[in-house]
């Protein structure tokens, strides 16, 4: 390796040895707990990573926040009007789970360690979802207006809406497939179940949710947030 | 696992700096690379396929990273985790933040073919890209590193 200036610039950002132990140390920790069924993380700077992957599940937070910001100015009311302290474990769609406790501005989750399964398998040609017991061919459904989505209530009586959305990145990029996958809670104001979600097709999702709440037409939100995104983020 | 760390843990979190442009961000982010690699199970023909695997895997990563909700979201909620960008070691201080302030195309081929020596057509293949996209953004690349380092650049 040459010894020139922009060379000496890229070695320094090489992490120090300390870093590189301390990294290490975090991954042989991670790689334990994601052997065992179930833990409990609390939010510290390591486990930041795995807080990333509940971005879905975070994003009505934020949504939400924002609406509610709006009124009252203040998040933590937020929190509370969501967990009472109390916590709130929900079971996906695809049978990913998540628990949150917030006390104060602490907050705790426990989540399943594994991303759970896409809903929608090929069959014969044909996408075929398959929720609250059902098999649903929604080929059709994607090809002409681009989403997807049903809802039921759980068990616990819990409402769900699973949306199939056909996303902007394709595949080459971030995406796993040329649809998206997210699990929306209405009554809870959170999401989860998410497969190939980005940032943008979430937003839009979640916009058009809030649009439904303040009384406008599901499926006119959807239409109206998603033929943005994708004119805005498509190929 | 754990050679395959040490082989290649400095170069993924360089990689991940440029994007991320913070230590803590690209702490998290290599950590969630080796993970993903136990995870995958992927095996590899020889050391400079396990190189280029963590490469594009590295960058996808922070790709993704950059356009998740989260990094956008978090910084309008201050309360929620901490938004760092510079509390790194001093390096070549100005210089550095003109280097990393390069769109991110430029920035990982000059790092690969400057630092980790590859040449214009397997920086092409790892990349996916055309041998005349990578020697233009290369050349662009110079001309940037020139402009912001006045000329201190060596070809």
Request: aromatic share 12%.
């Amino acid at each position: 390796m040459k010894n020139n200036h922009i060379n000496q610039l890229f070695e320094a950002i090489s992490p120090t040895e300390n870093q590189k132990e301390n990294m290490w140390t975090a991954i042989e920790r991670q790689r334990l707990v994601a052997h065992e069924p179930s833990q409990e993380i609390h939010r510290r700077a390591s486990y930041r990573k795995i807080l990333i992957s509940l971005s879905a599940s975070l994003l009505i937070l934020l949504i939400s926040a924002t609406a509610y910001a709006a009124v009252s100015g203040d998040i933590e009311k937020l929190y509370d009007r969501y967990f009472n302290g109390k916590g709130q474990t929900v079971t996906f769609a695809n049978g990913d789970t998540s628990h949150y406790e917030i006390e104060g501005r602490n907050m705790k989750v426990t989540i399943s360690p594994h991303n759970g399964p896409w809903l929608v398998q090929k069959s014969w040609g044909r996408l075929i979802v398959s929720v609250n017991g059902e098999k649903i061919n929604i080929s059709e459904a994607l090809k002409k207006k681009g989403y997807f989505y049903y809802s039921y209530r759980d068990d616990t009586n819990i409402l769900h809406r699973l949306y199939i959305v056909r996303n902007a990145g394709g595949t080459k990029d971030y995406a796993e497939r040329w649809y998206s996958q997210m699990d929306w809670l209405p009554e809870l104001g959170m999401s989860g179940g998410v497969r190939g979600l980005s940032q943008e097709l979430a937003m839009a999702i979640g916009g058009a949710n809030l649009d439904a709440e303040e009384g406008k037409d599901l499926d006119a939100a959807l239409k109206d947030r998603l033929e943005k995104y994708w004119k805005e983020y498509g190929n | 696992m754990d050679d395959i760390y040490k082989r290649n843990v400095e170069m993924i979190y360089r990689i991940c700096f440029m994007y991320l442009k913070n230590s803590t961000d690209s702490e998290d982010a290599v950590q969630s690379i080796f993970l993903k690699l136990l995870k995958s199970n992927t095996s590899f023909a020889d050391p400079e396929h396990e190189k280029a695997w963590l490469i594009v895997t590295t960058r996808n990563y922070c790709k993704d990273f950059l356009k998740s909700w989260w990094r956008t979201r978090k910084v309008e909620l201050t309360r929620l985790p901490e938004a760092v960008w510079r509390d790194d070691n001093d390096g070549s201080g100005e210089v550095l933040d003109q280097l990393l302030a390069l769109p991110d195309k430029y920035k990982i081929v000059l790092y690969l073919y400057y630092f980790e020596e590859y040449s214009v057509r397997e920086i092409a293949n790892i990349l996916i890209r055309k041998e005349s996209t990578i020697q233009t953004q290369l050349a662009k690349g110079r001309t940037l590193m020139k402009v912001s380092l006045g000329g201190h650049y060596e070809k």
